[in-house]
């Protein structure tokens, strides 16, 4: 995890095609998820496997590489990685439920209040608008629209959003007591932002739900930072190196894409690099991470 040899914590930066006002490439680099070594079913899909040794299917692994696979072919128009994306765009369209989403908690045997995760209900939005690009089919357009819907309904409703004082929150780990995820509330933004792109009938509410999402993200930046790093969560889990880079990556996304918060975004993003550029607050981080990790390991461990 620490060297980014990990499939699930490689770099990525922000993404070589992503256009603000643009379907086109991912906001951040998702091409190394492509690189896919484990077992899959016979249509192609990856199955991880959990600690306990269960194969299970994860909409976030393969959501994330359907997305890289997208920006692969358009990078170097490969028929083969535009196969890939639609194989794995069809599993997400297929195994949606009937509330529009994906229950990843239970699946990897979590107890949350939501069985869904902000996270992939962007995500598997972001492909959703990819894929009706490529084959102008209206069922992508539902999908898409189901997704959204799921994600905007409160967490003690079976959703994934909080709306507090500050605005909209979204949440990636659905929690009693709220632990917000600071990378899972951006892919769960960006997924909306797609759908707004998109100009699909459930667009017209987009405007508002941005704007709220954004002034709630721009009040909560500051419980991030740890003042030589930055936090995992709201919950004051001190971010990997790897999450540390993905917040910079993340912030400078919605730098360059939303104006009326570029001077915020771009002040944290500088902060945070200027973090990551001492190195004795990269060994401080890396020692308490270690430290947080031993004191609480973690729920599942994926590999």
Known sequence: MIAGRSYYHQEQPPGRLF????IYGYFNDLTAKTRWKGPVTESGCPLNQR???????????????ALGHYDIWLLNRDRRSLDEFMILARWMRNYQDVQGGWPIWPALGLNCISDYSAMVQGEAISVFVRAYQLESDPSWIKAAEAAARLMLKPVKKGGTSRYTPEGL??????????????????FALFGLYDLMLAKFDFVSEMDKVLEE??????????????GYWSYYDTGYNLASPFYHKLHIAQLYALEIT??????????YRARFERQWSKRTNRLRAVVKKGLQKLMRPPDVILR
């Open 213 to 226: 999402t954004l002034r709630a993200l721009i009040a909560y930046l500051p419980r991030y930072d740890a």
């Open 258 to 267: 939303f104006p009326s918060v570029e001077a915020v975004a771009g002040l």
């Open 169 to 186: 929150v979204l949440e990636e780990f659905p929690l009693e007591c709220p632990s917000t995820i600071f990378n899972g509330w951006f």
């Open 51 to 65: 600690d306990d040794g269960k194969f299970v299917l994860i909409p976030t692994t393969i959501a994330q590489k």
């Open 19 to 22: 256009k603000p006002g643009y």
